[in-house]
């Protein structure tokens, strides 16, 4: 099973899940996180004044899936948060020894 974490800008959240749902994804989670990356963050004006916003507004999603499945995930999430632009995010990969489901015991695949 792996772990598959993908930070993504907030409006590409529905455009994600609309790309997971057809793979069979039956779950995931997600968090609004801040963070930066190459951005380094933006200026903005607020009232006449300028500031600088060093963390940006992120949404970072996490799904479980079986390995077979993992680049069939990364290239739907790939294509789902692609602008072109900087700051589209990343995704990371990890691999997931167990998996439990708290309800009925069902353990690893299963629990997904």
Known sequence: ??????IIKPFKLDDVREALTPLGVQGLTVTEVKGFGRQKGQTEI??????????L????????VPATMAEQVIEAISKAAQTGK??????????????VRIRTGESDLAAL
Do not use: T
């Open 86 to 99: 900087i700051g589209d995010g990343k995704i990371f990969v990890m691999d997931i020894e167990q998996a």
């Open 1 to 6: 099973m792996k772990l598959i974490m993908a």
């Open 46 to 55: 607020y009232r006449g004044a300028e500031y600088h916003v060093s963390f």
């Open 57 to 64: 507004p992120k949404v970072k999603i996490e799904v479980v």
